[in-house]
T-cell receptor
Framework: DSGVTQTPKHLITATGQRVTLRCSPR?????VYWYQQSLDQGLQFLIQ???????AKGNILERFSAQQFPDLHSELNLSSLELGDSALYFC?????????????FGNGTRLTVT | AQSVSQHNHHVILSEAASLELGCNYS??????LFWYVQYPGQHLQLLLK??????LVKGIKGFEAEFIKSKFSFNLRKPSVQWSDTAEYFC?????????????FGTGTRLLVSP
């Protein structure tokens, strides 16, 4: 168990809809990272938050947004969903604002858009 | 384009065979290198990392990796694999980008070890 909790584990929704994925980091970790894993793109970095502030952005679409709350949990909002958004979405956390700290990953949320 | 390449997408080995998984990156400057592993049904976890010093780094479960700067490579090796090594292996590189660090993953290599 990595200590990172992601909910829900599975999500099935229709195109055009909006969903929210939730992540609780390991106790004491201030950084939260979101990654998207699809069969053709591999693991793609989406966004990082550190102690409530956005720190780095990767290949995140404008239809996607995220935030980190004062209790350090994070939510990833995906809107106007398309079939191509179907993927496994991972959250990871680390102690510091640095990718050199080992990332601790959650088990992911599998999103299926029909 | 800057990237992390894992050329072997699928590898099938018998138990006790030796393993080498390739990883090449195209980033210049200072990089930090990682291998992560994802066992079936489990989360990604760190296998080993290289920041500086001895280019041959040892990780958990008998894995090691060698950083060859001139070849922009960080290949993962294990002398004798076990069935329990069946997993997906991801090479990752942390780089500076527009003032921020980011961790870029390769597309992964699925290893199947047959008993």
């Amino acid at each position: 168990d990595s200590g990172v909790t992601q909910t829900p584990k599975h999500l099935i929704t229709a195109t055009g809809q909006r969903v929210t994925l939730r992540c609780s980091p390991r106790s004491g970790d201030l950084s939260v990272y979101w990654y998207q894993q699809s069969l053709d793109q591999g693991l793609q970095f989406l966004i990082q938050y550190y102690n409530g502030e956005e720190r780095a952005k990767g290949n995140i679409l404008e239809r996607f947004s995220a935030q980190q709350f004062p209790d350090l949990h994070s939510e990833l909002n995906l809107s106007s969903l398309e079939l191509g958004d179907s993927a496994l979405y991972f959250c990871a956390s680390s102690t510091r604002d640095s990718f050199n700290s080992p990332l601790h990953f959650g088990n992911g949320t599998r999103l299926t858009v029909t | 384009a800057q990237s992390v390449s894992q050329h072997n997408h699928h590898v099938i080995l018998s138990e006790a065979a030796s393993l080498e998984l390739g990883c090449n990156y195209s980033y210049g400057g200072t990089v930090n290198l990682f291998w992560y592993v994802q066992y079936p049904g489990q989360h990604l976890q760190l296998l080993l990392k290289y920041f500086s010093g001895d280019p041959l780094v040892k990780g958990i479960k008998g894995f090691e990796a060698e950083f060859i700067k001139s070849k922009f490579s960080f290949n993962l090796r294990k002398p004798s694999v076990q069935w329990s090594d069946t997993a997906e292996y991801f090479c990752a590189v942390s780089v500076m980008n527009t003032g921020f660090q980011k961790l870029v993953f390769g597309t992964g290599t699925r290893l199947l070890v047959s008993p």
